[in-house]
């Protein structure tokens, strides 16, 4: 069965500082990997996506996030930190073979960023 | 152009009467995806309709929860005689037509039911 963990539940950034928020996956086939974002009482905000191609993969605000497949990790990152960043940040991986993405989250991490 | 519209934001139900939520896809997207939040957890998948089909149901509890999505309308999310446990956030997403799995999912506000 696919699934993804996010390890820490929390992780405490200093503003200009750079983050990482770790997402490990487990997966049969070619992982599609997504990130998103749920600010307080919102839904969630689409970052970026791995599907193919460059493991590099460049998203919204600054964010990106590095696909390791000997690793089996897909972790977000920005250079500099913003307290605007402060969220809660969940990874996703697709399910199944179907042509449509039903999403497996993590059980998501709270990113703090202190001034 | 509007985003994905749920509503309503926060519904309040006593135990045994019946929850209906509504999404409201982005304009132009035809597939609508429902998603369950228990408090301090991840979202968990339940449906995912097309208009007028359900095509993949197997998050949704065998009894009290049906799902449709219309040709015309909003896609409704119905839970009857509700319990405690299924307070939660319910969230609803959409995606364009065609090869789904290649677009991401647009995701509305949410719809916050507590159970008394």
């Known amino acids: 069965a696919q699934s993804v963990a996010q390890p820490e539940d929390q992780v405490n950034v200093a503003e200009g500082n750079p983050l990482t928020v770790k997402c490990t996956y487990s997966?049969?086939?070619?992982?599609?990997l997504f990130w998103y974002v749920q600010y307080p009482n919102r839904g969630l905000q689409f970052l970026l996506k791995?599907?193919?191609?460059?493991?590099l993969v460049k998203g919204s605000y600054g964010f990106e996030a590095e696909f390791n497949k000997s690793q089996t990790s897909f972790h977000l990152k920005k250079p500099s930190a913003l307290v605007s960043d402060s969220a809660l940040y969940f990874c996703?991986?697709?399910?199944?073979?179907?042509?449509?993405?039903?999403?497996?989250f993590g059980a998501g991490t709270r990113l703090a960023v202190h001034p | 152009n509007a985003g994905v519209m749920q509503n309503p934001r926060h519904l309040v139900r006593r135990r045994g009467q019946e929850a209906r939520l509504r999404c409201s896809p982005m304009?132009?997207?035809?597939?609508v995806y429902w998603y369950r939040q228990l408090p301090e957890e991840g979202l968990k998948f339940m449906v995912y309709?097309?208009?007028?089909?359900?095509?993949?149901e197997s998050g949704m509890p065998k009894e009290r929860f049906s799902a449709e999505f219309p040709k015309e309308g909003p896609s409704i999310l119905r839970i009857q005689q509700v319990v405690r446990g299924d307070s939660a956030a319910y969230f609803c997403?959409?995606?364009?037509?065609?090869?789904?799995?290649?677009?991401?999912?647009?995701f509305g506000p949410g719809t916050r039911l507590t159970v008394t």
């Open positions: 304009k132009g997207h035809s597939h």
């Open positions: 791995y599907i193919t191609g460059d493991n």
């Open positions: 997403a959409s995606s364009p037509p065609g090869t789904g799995f290649l677009y991401e999912q647009y």
């Open positions: 997966v049969s086939g070619n992982p599609y």
């Open positions: 309709l097309q208009k007028e089909n359900i095509i993949d």
């Open positions: 996703a991986v697709r399910d199944g073979t179907g042509g449509y993405n039903k999403l497996i």
